[in-house]
């Protein structure tokens, strides 16, 4: 049984690992975008990216004030932060290492040769050769192993728990996300529905690749309670908090075939809260209330995943 449970930790890890990763990368670009097309006077550079990585103390702690090379610096490369991008990728590896007869070769390789390149990562050869093209490549290299994950692997349990660290993370990351716009970036009553506000909502939804989903069921026109509906409570869009808690419930599920388990009455009650909920509901009760308890969902239903399968006793 330890065995068992030792493969599924670093499966559990190395999945919820890469998806940090990507959503970091997600986020630096988009906020890079962003201070592109947002005049220097009205912007917020740096602090944002901190407030939803939830980590202003720690980069203070060992960086000072933000700027934007300290930002890129944390985010990226650094060794100390173990969040930044190099950092879960060498999490990932590392948990992905021993299991090479578990996983297929095909995701070991492009794995370990992102691991090799992320060891050669600069701030200086970032620069030189362009932020826009880093983080393109970058998202590109994470397509890649995602579909190499859905195209590659056995749906049996190893896929389940890869599964459960990639949609907890992710439901997690999303609200995240929503929560600081709203309540950290909350404009002037004036600023509401300006060019500012809106152009932080499109930015919001660009970081969780749902702006042509938004387009495509809504049109240009951004509205708040839209983009709540999209990224919290849309049963079809794969990064919606919704999404990726039913898909944790029908991983459980498996796992657990017929037998009773914590983790999966948590994963239950959170997506019963998500399907019986609306954008409309969540902001009139207070949104930042209503994330926040999502929040702590996620927590207690990773809490409970890791008592039931991942404890080494």
């Not at 994963?267 to 909920?277: H, K, N, S, W, Y």
Request: hydrophobic share 45%.
């Amino acid at each position: 049984m330890s065995v068992l449970r030792r493969i599924a930790d670093s499966l559990f890890w190395a999945a919820r690992s890469l998806e940090r990763a990507e959503w970091r990368a997600r986020l630096v670009d988009v906020d890079y975008r962003l201070l592109v097309e947002t005049p220097v006077e009205l912007s917020q550079p740096w602090t944002p990216l901190l407030a939803i990585a939830g980590e202003e103390a720690a980069f203070a702690e060992r960086w000072g004030e933000p700027d934007e090379t300290k930002i890129l610096e944390f985010f990226l490369f650094d060794r100390g932060n173990p969040s930044s991008i190099r950092a879960c990728i060498e999490t990932a590896r590392e948990n992905t290492r021993t299991l090479r007869h578990t996983i297929s070769s095909e995701l070991w390789l492009d794995l370990n040769t992102l691991y090799l390149d992320s060891q050669r990562w600069s701030l200086r050869e970032l620069e030189s050769g362009g932020l826009f093209g880093f983080f393109s490549d970058l998202r590109e290299r994470f397509y890649r192993l995602s579909g190499i994950v859905s195209a590659t692997l056995p749906r049996d349990l190893g896929y389940d728990f890869l599964t459960l660290g990639t949609m907890l993370e992710r439901a997690d990351n999303v609200t995240r996300l929503l929560d600081v716009k709203y309540h950290v970036l909350l404009p002037d009553v004036a600023d509401v529905g300006g060019p500012i506000d809106l152009l932080q909502w499109a930015a919001v939804l660009r970081s969780a690749s749902g702006l042509e989903a938004y387009r495509r069921a809504h049109g240009n026109a951004i509205r708040l309670d839209r983009v709540v509906d999209l990224l919290l409570f849309d049963a079809t869009f794969a990064r919606s908090a919704r999404f990726c808690v039913e898909r944790v419930g029908g991983a459980l599920a498996r796992i657990a075939g017929g037998t009773p388990s914590a983790s999966r009455r948590a994963a239950d009650e959170l997506a019963e809260r998500l399907a019986c909920a609306s954008a409309a509901d969540a902001i009139a009760g207070g949104l930042h209330e209503f994330v926040v308890g999502a929040q702590s969902q996620c927590a207690d239903v990773a809490s409970a995943v890791f008592d039931d399968y991942l404890r080494f006793e």
